[in-house]
């Protein structure tokens, strides 16, 4: 048991699998009240136009499960990534209303990055971001 955090970035994109910013995710709830801006790094997401992102690194053991939450104003989007940049999980909408939630089993111990973003290019505003573990390790 304790208290985990949430590592967050607001500069640019530098990759996956940072092991000096990434945080262990352990019982309970993290929060992290982050908002998206023009000054965030976009490009990530840019199919359907520039979207702004910030990315959080967090720390899974193998066959940890967690819970990812991302609520608020924005039609939120999220996507997770492994070590290498890969892209391991994503969703828009599983959440109420326009919130993105995504569960997630851990196939490997390492470092994964969280895109948080938006479903609309360009839009920006306040988000809440949760990570829970559903097993203990």
């Known amino acids: 048991t304790g208290e985990y955090f949430l590592q967050y970035s607001d500069s640019a994109f530098e990759g996956?699998?940072?092991?000096n910013d990434a945080e262990a995710?352990?019982?309970?709830?993290?929060?992290?009240?982050g908002?998206?801006?023009s000054s965030d790094e976009?490009?990530?997401?840019?199919?359907?136009?520039?979207h702004y992102n910030d990315?959080?690194?967090l720390f899974l053991l193998a066959g940890q499960q967690i819970q990812i939450d991302?609520?608020?104003?924005l039609d939120n989007y999220l996507y997770l990534l492994d070590?290498?940049?890969?892209?391991?999980?994503s969703d828009d909408d599983s959440g109420p209303d326009f919130d993105s939630r995504l569960?997630?089993?851990?196939?490997?111990t390492g470092v994964y990055t969280i895109l948080a973003t938006t479903w609309n290019a360009q839009a920006t505003g306040p988000y809440l971001l949760s990570v829970q573990a559903l097993n203990e390790m």
């Open 55 to 57: 990315d959080i690194d």
């Open 83 to 89: 070590e290498n940049c890969t892209q391991v999980g």
């Open 42 to 50: 976009s490009g990530y997401r840019t199919t359907y136009g520039t």
């Open 16 to 19: 996956c699998g940072d092991w």
């Open 103 to 108: 569960v997630y089993t851990a196939p490997a």
């Open 35 to 37: 908002v998206l801006d």
């Open 70 to 73: 991302l609520g608020g104003s």
């Open 25 to 33: 995710i352990g019982p309970g709830l993290s929060e992290f009240n």
